[in-house]
């Protein structure tokens, strides 16, 4: 089992920066990714930044590419998420999240799913205009 705290949330104007943290803790032997996804209300949850822990790459979901950032530090146990040139349509809850990967029939890959995984208690981010 996995746990994941978030921490770093908070209130920015339209194109300021912020940058999540998520200390993470457990049994990640078995985990085939970590990111972040977000929820607003009213809205789907979106997953917006994912890393591959196999090869490290790094994926992104088009609203957020080129703005924000994932990372991790391994000696900290800890995942980033740096965010630039925010907008109001980034306002959410953002959850940090791990999964095991589900395996593709017939292939020796592994896709990402976070909303499926494991996920922290949230930490609310909110853009003024």
């Known amino acids: 089992q996995v746990q994941l705290v978030e921490s770093g949330g908070g209130s920015v104007e339209a194109g300021g920066s912020l940058r999540l943290s998520c200390e993470v803790s457990?049994?990640?032997?078995?985990?085939?990714?970590m990111g972040w996804f977000r929820q607003a209300p009213g809205l789907e949850r979106e997953s917006v930044a994912e890393?591959?822990?196999?090869?490290?790459?790094?994926h992104y979901a088009d609203s957020v590419k080129g703005r924000f950032t994932v990372s991790q530090d391994k000696d900290k146990n800890t995942l980033y998420l740096d965010m630039n040139s925010l907008k109001p349509e980034d306002s959410a809850i953002y959850y940090c999240?791990?999964?095991?990967?589900?395996?593709?029939?017939?292939?020796?890959?592994?896709?990402?799913?976070?909303?499926?995984?494991?996920r922290g208690q949230g930490t609310q981010v909110t853009v003024s205009s």
């Open positions: 999240a791990a999964d095991r990967g589900w395996e593709i029939a017939g292939t020796p890959r592994k896709i990402c799913k976070l909303e499926y995984g494991s």
């Open positions: 457990g049994d990640i032997s078995r985990l085939y990714c």
């Open positions: 890393i591959l822990l196999p090869d490290g790459n790094s």
